[in-house]
């Protein structure tokens, strides 16, 4: 059984860390389909794929193998999914 939430602030956390687990899969998504536009079309005019990730690793534990690989896009997915499961069961109990 779920624990249910006991404040508002538990829930929205949880609602922030399932939108920033999207916002990562986004990211990864767009990164493999414009990398090779961007260089070509503005050479030295767009932020490369490292600054990115160092961006979004500020504040946050680094993930083991977030380079895009099929892998690690499954994981994020995953990750996404349980999270979601996550937040209905508790608000179910709340």
Do not use: F
Request: glycine share 4%; no cysteine.
């Amino acid at each position: 059984m779920t624990e249910a939430y006991a404040h508002n602030r538990e829930y929205l956390l949880d609602e922030l860390r399932r939108i920033d687990l999207l916002l990562q899969q986004h990211i990864r998504a767009m990164q493999s389909l414009w990398r090779k536009k961007a260089e070509s079309q503005w050479p030295g005019m767009y932020i490369s794929d490292e600054e990115v990730n160092r961006i979004l690793e500020q504040g946050a534990e680094p993930e083991p193998d977030s380079a895009g690989h099929p892998s690690a896009r499954e994981a994020e997915l995953e990750a996404l999914r349980a999270w979601s499961e996550k937040i209905r069961e508790r608000e179910q109990e709340s």
